[in-house]
């Protein structure tokens, strides 16, 4: 067990539509990361953030964007679905923006467009 | 830019047998080196990190990798592996700037056969 905490588990949906996806990281982790894992993409980086900060940005599209609250835990919205969207989604995290601190991975969430 | 390549998509290996996974990288700048593995239906488990000092790091059940920075290589191997070590294994870096956020491989499949 990582203790990183992701909900749902699964989400099936239709195309147009918008889900929000949860992370509570490890207690005391002040750093989220979000990825996304595809068949074609593989694992990308989507964002980073860091004690409610946004720290850092990879090809995240426009219809997506994330937020990390007071109490750290972060979620991601997924907006105006594309069957392109489907995907394992990760959040991961790690005591701060050290590299040394490796980041621990949540379970994933399954995302299906129908 | 960062980039990672495993240029072996999946390693058949008999039980007992020794095992090396392949991992190349290219950076213009310091990163940190990382094995991650995946087993089914579950997240990214750290197996190792490489950080600084010696090159050859060991790290959880049996693995171990070492550095070569002259050939821009972070192999991953095992002496022996065993049916449950069958998953599939993430090679990553981060460059040591701000955010550390993971720049993944495309992923080795392990298959262990008896």
């Known amino acids: 067990d990582s203790g990183v905490t992701q909900t749902p588990k699964h989400l099936i949906t239709a195309t147009g539509q918008r889900v929000t996806l949860r992370c509570s990281p490890r207690?005391?982790?002040?750093?989220v990361y979000w990825y996304q894992q595809s068949l074609d993409q593989g694992l990308q980086f989507l964002i980073h953030?860091?004690?409610?900060?946004?720290?850092a940005k990879g090809n995240i599209l426009e219809r997506f964007s994330a937020q990390q609250f007071p109490d750290l835990h972060s979620e991601l919205n997924l907006s105006s679905l594309e069957l392109g969207d489907s995907a394992l989604y990760f959040c991961?995290?790690?005591?701060?923006?050290?590299?040394?601190?490796?980041?621990?991975f949540g379970d994933g969430t399954r995302l299906s467009i129908l | 830019a960062q980039s990672v390549t495993q240029l072996d998509s999946q390693v058949p290996v008999f039980e007992e047998a020794p095992v090396e996974l392949r991992c190349n990288y290219s950076?213009?700048?310091?990163?940190?080196l990382f094995w991650y593995v995946q087993y089914p239906n579950q997240g990214l488990q750290l197996l190792l990190k490489y950080l600084s000092g010696s090159t050859l790091v060991k790290g959880i059940n049996g693995f171990e990798a070492e550095f070569n920075k002259s050939q821009t290589s972070f192999h991953l191997r095992k002496p022996s592996v065993h049916i449950s070590d069958t998953a599939e294994y993430f090679c990553a870096v981060s460059r040591m700037d701000s955010s550390y956020k993971l720049i993944f491989g495309s992923g080795t499949r392990l298959l262990v056969r008896p």
């Open positions: 950076s213009s700048v310091s990163v940190y």
């Open positions: 207690s005391g982790d002040l750093s």
């Open positions: 991961a995290s790690s005591g701060g923006t050290d590299g040394d601190q490796p980041q621990h």
């Open positions: 953030y860091y004690n409610g900060e946004e720290r």
